[in-house]
């Protein structure tokens, strides 16, 4: 049985994105991913990167989408912290190829 909340698990992944260590862009992908799945991906070799919990918390992200549910829905002010978490990553966008 999972030990965490949807919140705690999107609220910590935050976190984690916003300290700038070694495992906050793998959770910045998790959370953009889970939030715009067309423009954001996550390497799965990378959720190696992230500790127990936070790959537990990562789980719970991608569960909520698996569920219908937008993670930026399950936080206070979602949408600002999900902007700010884009501007903050957006060189992380998927490079798309146009259709030719």
Not at 71 to 99: C, M, Y
């Amino acid at each position: 049985m999972n030990p965490f909340s949807p919140t705690q698990s999107v609220e910590t992944l935050l976190t984690e994105a916003n300290r700038h260590t070694g495992a906050s862009e793998i959770a910045a992908q998790v959370l953009l991913s889970a939030w715009n799945s067309r423009d954001f991906t996550v390497p799965v070799e990378n959720l190696s990167l992230l500790d127990g919990d936070n790959y537990q918390h990562a789980i719970n992200v991608m569960d909520l989408r698996y569920h219908g549910r937008a993670p930026q829905s399950v936080i206070a002010n979602g949408d600002k912290k999900f902007h700010a978490l884009w501007r903050d990553w957006s060189h992380l966008e998927t490079q798309r190829k146009e259709a030719a």
